[in-house]
Structure formats: structure tokens, C-alpha cells
């Protein structure tokens, strides 16, 4: 990355308010973070930060 690169991403991907707006309609949920990384240089992975996670 250069010096004064600028990175645009999202904060996660998974918004049902999404579907049908952002994501085309026939993509299944389970594709949906292939398809934003294709669109955005990144995306936060961040789930331990907002809550604990359960070992299953």
C-alpha cells in the first residue's frame, strides 16, 4: 500500500436489508461475502469485538 492509499470497505456484510439492493436478488445468503469482497477492498471480521462467541 502506498503512502496516502485510501481504503473504502463496510463493516460487516451480512444486512438483510441488503438483499435485493446491494446483493441481486437469486444470491444465497452464504454468498453474500464472496460477492462483497468483490466490490469492497475490505471488510471488517470483527465478531469477538461485539460479543463473546460460543465454541459451536
Given at each position: 500500500?502506498?503512502?496516502?492509499?485510501?481504503?473504502?470497505?463496510?463493516s460487516?456484510?451480512?444486512?438483510?436489508?441488503?438483499?435485493?439492493t446491494?446483493?441481486?436478488?437469486d444470491?444465497?445468503?452464504?454468498?453474500?461475502?464472496?460477492?462483497?469482497?468483490?466490490?469492497?477492498?475490505?471488510?471488517?471480521?470483527?465478531?469477538?469485538?461485539?460479543?463473546?462467541?460460543?465454541?459451536?
Open positions: 500500500m502506498a503512502e496516502g492509499d485510501i481504503r473504502i470497505g463496510i460487516g456484510w451480512r444486512y438483510a436489508p441488503w438483499r435485493g446491494f446483493y441481486p436478488k444470491l444465497r445468503q452464504k454468498d453474500e461475502l464472496a460477492f462483497a469482497s468483490g466490490m469492497f477492498r475490505s471488510i471488517e471480521l470483527n465478531g469477538t469485538f461485539y460479543s463473546l462467541q460460543r465454541p459451536k
